[in-house]
């Protein structure tokens, strides 16, 4: 059986928790945050979360995990068959990771954290998160899902990153996203409809309701 390390409030995390519940795997969770204890240094060298034990080692990283999870062939595939789809679905999950959700972490100090950004950096993430919307409603189709009709995995990674950045940039830019990027909140609580999602939000809820 897989086990999964992590904590249920890291958004990397919840996307290989997604994938394992749609596909209806069996797994372990196990609880760690980020650090640099030898221990830990020995299963996800970066010390990062999340990563997966299976019975030949360990994964880190989260679009390596999940294509590995695929690869065992349990449960649906959220990829397509063909070769250039899928290709366009990967190129997505990488644009979501690259222009939006890495800008943005940059103001996650200061809108969760109380780590407060300059205006400068501010205004720098806005600018580069422009771009990365822009370029992102070039290549989705929100149709209803980001890549067409059929949900994928590159919709693991919108719900996770683009939803948690609406809140950054309305809190720290004063940005409504919903009110300027067509598409993105209809595509945000049609996911938050399904079972695993309603599953990791439950469990979202309970963590942050045990929180020291």
Do not use: H
Not at 53 to 62: R, V
Not at 74 to 100: H, M, Q, T
């Amino acid at each position: 059986m897989i086990k999964l390390y992590g904590f249920a409030i890291s958004n990397y995390y919840n996307m290989v928790k997604m994938a394992l519940l749609e596909k209806g795997m069996e797994f372990e969770e196990v609880e760690v945050r980020p650090n640099q204890e030898v221990d830990y240094l020995s299963r996800s060298p970066m010390g990062k979360v999340p990563c997966i034990e299976t019975e030949q080692g360990f994964l880190t990283e989260t679009e390596v995990i999940i294509d590995y999870i695929d690869s065992l062939g349990l449960g649906p595939s959220f990829y397509p068959v063909d070769a250039f789809e899928k290709a366009k679905v990967r190129e997505l999950i990488r644009y979501l990771e690259l222009y939006i959700e890495l800008p943005a972490r940059r103001l996650y100090g200061d809108v969760f954290f109380g780590r407060p950004a300059s205006d400068t950096e501010k205004e720098s993430v806005r600018k580069e998160l422009k771009k990365g919307f822009a370029a992102l409603a070039k290549l989705a189709k929100f149709g209803p899902y980001l890549a067409g009709d059929e949900m994928t995995y590159a919709d693991f990674y919108f719900l996770f990153s683009v939803g948690l950045v609406t809140r950054v940039t309305k809190k720290a830019l004063d940005w409504d996203v919903f009110a300027t990027e067509p598409g993105i909140k209809t595509l945000l609580d049609l996911l938050e409809q399904r079972d695993s999602v309603k599953s990791i939000r439950e469990d979202q809820r309970q963590a942050a309701a045990f929180r020291p």
